[in-house]
Antibody
Framework: EVNLVESGGGLVQPGGSLRLSCAAS????????MTWVRQAPGKGLEWVAN????????NYLDSVKGRFTISRDNIKNSLYLQMNSLGAEDTALYYC??????????????????WGHGTLVTVSS | AIQMTQSPSSLSASVGDRVTITCRAS??????LGWYQHKPGKAPKLLIY???NLQSGVPSRFSGSGSGTDFTLTISSLQPEDFATYYC?????????FGQGTKVEIK
């Protein structure tokens, strides 16, 4: 069964750091881009970052650039999000998702087809 | 960043109703748009990719249309399990951006 399980969330003080993990199973992890998406309390979904299959390329939401680092370990089938200089605005449920490229010939698209259930990050003093 | 504006932000409908949600992009995004369903406490679910392509396993009552800047998600006959929040997501460029969501509630 294809599965993503996030962990590492918790309560952290403003200015602190946290490292989220996402364990993948049931599919060829090294063959997919992977993405982090977050949802602040009472708000909508917000795309945060993604990383290429081999880790050689990545993209970030402007507000997290320079503070967050996405990485992966294809041996451990794991995705990570290192979050530094955290602020209250980073309080959210963080989801990892598989980034797939479904094709409707002759065009291929991007889509987030498998999601975890999220890990909660609370930034508060 | 491309802004995605969804409307309405919420709606009340009855089982069997036809429901339409729209998403407007702040610039042309070709057909690079997907729709997601999100229920409280659950993982979001991909419904449609590339504007109009139904994800495997998604009921055919869901459909998508549009191109350029204006897109629509239609539920032809609302079922009890369809009450949820729906989001559009553009995958034309980075950063990816979601619409603000449309909450579909029971009338």
């Amino acid at each position: 069964e294809v599965n993503l399980v996030e962990s590492g969330g918790g309560l952290v003080q403003p200015g602190g750091s946290l490292r989220l993990s996402c364990a993948a199973s049931g599919f060829n992890f090294s063959g997919y881009w992977m993405t982090w998406v977050r949802q602040a309390p009472g708000k909508g979904l917000e795309w945060v970052a993604n990383i290429k299959e081999d880790g050689s390329d990545n993209n970030y939401l402007d507000s997290v650039k320079g503070r967050f680092t996405i990485s992966r370990d294809n041996i451990k089938n794991s995705l990570y999000l290192q979050m530094n200089s955290l602020g209250a605005e980073d309080t959210a449920l963080y989801y990892c998702a598989r980034d797939t490229s479904p094709c409707a010939t002759p065009v291929c698209y991007d889509a987030l087809d498998i999601w975890g259930h999220g890990t909660l990050v609370t930034v508060s003093s | 960043a491309i802004q995605m504006t969804q409307s309405p932000s919420s709606l009340s409908a009855s089982v069997g109703d036809r429901v339409t949600i729209t998403c407007r992009a702040s610039q042309v995004i070709r057909n690079d748009l997907g729709w997601y369903q999100h229920k409280p406490g659950k993982a979001p679910k991909l419904l449609i990719y590339g504007t109009s392509n139904l994800q495997s396993g998604v009921p055919s009552r869901f459909s998508g249309s549009g191109s350029g800047t204006d897109f629509t998600l239609t539920i032809s006959s609302l079922q009890p399990e369809d009450f949820a929040t729906y989001y559009c997501l553009q995958d034309f460029n980075y950063p990816r951006t979601f619409g603000q969501g449309t909450k579909v509630e029971i009338k």
